[in-house]
């Protein structure tokens, strides 16, 4: 599985981004999905992630109220939908693919990642 990040840029505290990470190659749709940050000089850590079925979500605090993660099968894409973004979240954002959602880097497949930059 190839996994394909994308939609980051530069953005105001307050703003909306929109990331998708579509899968090639085969199919991704019986895997987990979940998104990780990497701030500048920082370890990746958790942000969110989405069951093979898509009914169960999972945020990390610092994301809580404010991202929402889906998926949509037809097209083998995972989404991560940013809103009143703020500085903290600026960082490399990595999709992942694996067998169930864990707040580790255990998983399968990643994809390259995309720059988010929250400006104040």
């Known amino acids: 599985v190839q996994l394909q990040a994308s939609g980051g840029g530069k953005v105001q505290a307050g703003g909306s981004l929109r990331l998708s990470c579509a899968a090639s190659g085969r199919t991704a749709r019986n895997y987990a999905m979940a998104w990780f940050r990497q701030p500048p000089g920082e370890e990746r850590v958790f942000v969110a992630g989405i069951t093979w079925s898509g009914i169960e979500t999972f945020y990390g605090d610092s994301v809580k109220g404010r991202f929402t993660v889906s998926r949509n099968a037809a097209k083998d894409t995972a989404y991560l939908q940013m809103n009143n973004l703020k500085p903290e979240d600026t960082g490399v954002y990595y999709c992942?693919?694996?067998?169930?959602?864990?707040?580790?880097?255990?998983?399968?497949?990643w994809g390259r990642g995309t720059q988010v930059t929250v400006s104040s």
């Open positions: 992942a693919a694996g067998n169930r959602v864990v707040v580790t880097l255990n998983y399968l497949y």
